[in-house]
């Protein structure tokens, strides 16, 4: 059984910031690369930013590289996503994921993700 949950949404003006973070627990954390999906209003489920078991690896979606930065606390279990110079476009429901394979396919499990509304 894998739990996730994400925390840190909300509502923030365009250029703002936010951090967001998920909780691993169940599936063997520091055996797992993990990721940050994105899911906006009548859209498909969007990739955003993997990280790998170490937390030494990272990759990101060309819509958010440069801005969004994914990181990992192993003794945690617990992985960020720290979002700046947010904009309009980014406002979804955020959710974390265990990587099947990397850099961005998920195991299908899936918390009750965080929603991030940005102001324009």
């Known amino acids: 059984q894998v739990s996730l949950v994400e925390s840190g949404g909300g509502l923030v003006q365009a250029g703002g910031s936010l951090r967001l973070s998920c909780r691993a627990s169940?599936?063997?954390?520091?055996?797992?690369?993990m990721a940050w999906f994105r899911q906006a209003a009548g859209k498909g489920r969007a990739f955003l930013a993997s990280?790998?078991?170490?937390?030494?690896?990272?990759y990101y979606a060309d819509s958010v590289r440069g801005r969004f930065t994914i990181s990992k606390d192993g003794p945690k279990n617990t992985i960020y996503l720290q979002m700046n110079s947010l904009e309009a476009e980014d406002t979804a429901v955020y959710y974390c994921?265990?990587?099947?394979?990397?850099?961005?396919?998920?195991?299908?499990?899936w918390g009750q993700g965080a929603q991030v509304t940005v102001s324009s």
């Open positions: 994921a265990l990587l099947k394979r990397w850099p961005g396919e998920p195991f299908d499990y």
């Open positions: 169940g599936r063997t954390f520091s055996s797992s690369g």
């Open positions: 990280i790998d078991q170490n937390g030494r690896r990272a």
